[in-house]
């Protein structure tokens, strides 16, 4: 069983930024992927950004650029830095992770089997 638990989230003006950490324990193959994820009220899950143990990355089209994703693996921790936030970002924010490879799995929520309980981002104008 693997367990996630994001921290970081929190309330900030517009143009301002967080850093989400996930941290991983239980079993943790030696390989993995790691996403964020992103749901606003009313709205499906989106995708944010994966990242894989080799420290290889994915993004959101349209996120990319004002977030970043990385890791530490021996922590087994995935981060997510917010800069220039926007009242749209405003979500709770999911970590995820999947023994199955990045590449396969994508942004693709449906795929992804360990979930934390999120950490809610708040922007405001």
């Known amino acids: 069983q693997v367990q996630l638990v994001e921290s970081g989230g929190g309330s900030v003006q517009a143009g301002g930024s967080l850093r989400l950490s996930c941290a991983a324990s239980g079993y943790i193959p030696s390989s993995y992927c790691m996403g964020w994820f992103r749901q606003a009220p009313g709205k499906e899950r989106e995708g944010v950004a994966t990242?894989?143990?080799?420290?290889?990355?994915r993004y959101s089209d349209s996120l990319k650029g004002r977030f970043t994703i990385s890791g530490d693996n021996a922590k087994i921790t995935a981060y997510l830095q917010l800069n220039s936030l926007k009242p749209e970002d405003t979500a709770m924010y999911y970590c995820?992770?999947?023994?199955?490879?990045?590449?396969?799995?994508?942004?693709?929520?449906?795929?992804?089997?360990?979930w934390g309980q999120g950490t809610q981002v708040t922007v405001s104008s």
């Open positions: 995820a992770t999947d023994y199955r490879d990045c590449g396969w799995l994508s942004l693709e929520a449906s795929r992804f089997k360990y």
């Open positions: 990242i894989d143990d080799d420290g290889n990355t």
